[in-house]
């Protein structure tokens, strides 16, 4: 069956950076794109960013530009999504998703098929 | 960004009752040249990703019980579970992909059990 396994948790000090991944199987890993979406705690959903698993075209929101850099690799139908510069109030959960749109310079905007979670906790 | 703003926060229903939640977004999202409404439901149960219930509005994903129904046009929306379960007890976002470059989410409605 189509899923993404996300990497385990992270504890980190406020500057440094976090890196996660988000493993594929069960479709073609190029035909979709991948986007981020966190959620902090007791909040809502925040979409970070969307990447083309095709030809790794990204988009990322306003508020991550410069601070947020979306991967894949192919071979091993994994995304990867870093953040840096971390601060207190990035300690979230953080999600990768599958977009079902097929286009590989923009997102459909749907997220059909939803990794676990990744706990980031940044903390001095 | 197209602002997403949900209502009620929160709201209970006794079992077997319907349950509606409101989305209004802040310009349309009916794109003319399709005649589609690029607004989306998601599920999320306490400790769990969301889930896409809905998309164009009122399109069900597969599985997703009839109980559901998803309605609503240009900028508001409206999400409706007819005969609330217990399983249902859980938070509810709207998102808009309209500008799927900058995609934003309601705040979330959470539906509990009276």
């Known amino acids: 069956q189509v899923q993404l396994v996300q990497s385990g948790a992270e504890l980190k000090k406020p500057g440094a950076s976090v890196k996660v991944s988000c493993k594929a199987s069960?479709?073609?890993?190029?035909?979709?794109?991948i986007s981020w979406v966190r959620q902090a705690p007791r909040q809502g959903l925040e979409w970070m960013g969307w990447?083309?698993?095709?030809?790794?075209?990204?988009i990322y929101a306003q508020r991550f530009q410069g601070r947020v850099t979306m991967t894949t690799d192919a071979p091993t139908s994994t995304a990867y999504m870093e953040l840096r510069s971390l601060r207190s109030d990035d300690t979230a959960v953080y999600y990768c998703?599958?977009?079902?749109?097929?286009?590989?310079?923009?997102?459909?905007?749907?997220?059909?098929?939803w990794g676990k979670g990744t706990t980031v906790t940044v903390s001095s | 960004d197209i602002v997403m703003t949900q209502s009620p926060d929160s709201l209970a229903v006794p079992l077997g009752e319907r349950a509606t939640i409101s989305c209004k977004s802040s310009q349309s999202l009916l794109y003319t040249s399709t005649n589609k409404n690029y607004l989306a439901w998601y599920q999320q149960k306490p400790g769990h990703p969301p889930k896409l219930l809905f998309y164009?509005?009122?399109t069900r994903e597969s599985g997703v019980p009839d109980r559901f129904s998803g309605s609503g046009s240009g900028t508001d929306f409206t999400l409706t579970i007819s005969s609330l379960q217990a399983e249902d007890v859980a938070f509810y976002y709207c998102?808009?992909?309209?500008?799927?470059?900058?995609?934003?989410f309601g705040g979330g409605t959470k539906v509990e059990i009276k």
């Open positions: 069960g479709y073609t890993f190029t035909s979709h794109g």
């Open positions: 164009w509005a009122s």
């Open positions: 998703a599958r977009d079902p749109g097929t286009t590989m310079i923009l997102p459909e905007g749907l997220m059909d098929v």
């Open positions: 990447i083309s698993a095709s030809n790794g075209y990204t």
């Open positions: 998102q808009q992909y309209y500008t799927s470059r900058a995609l934003t």
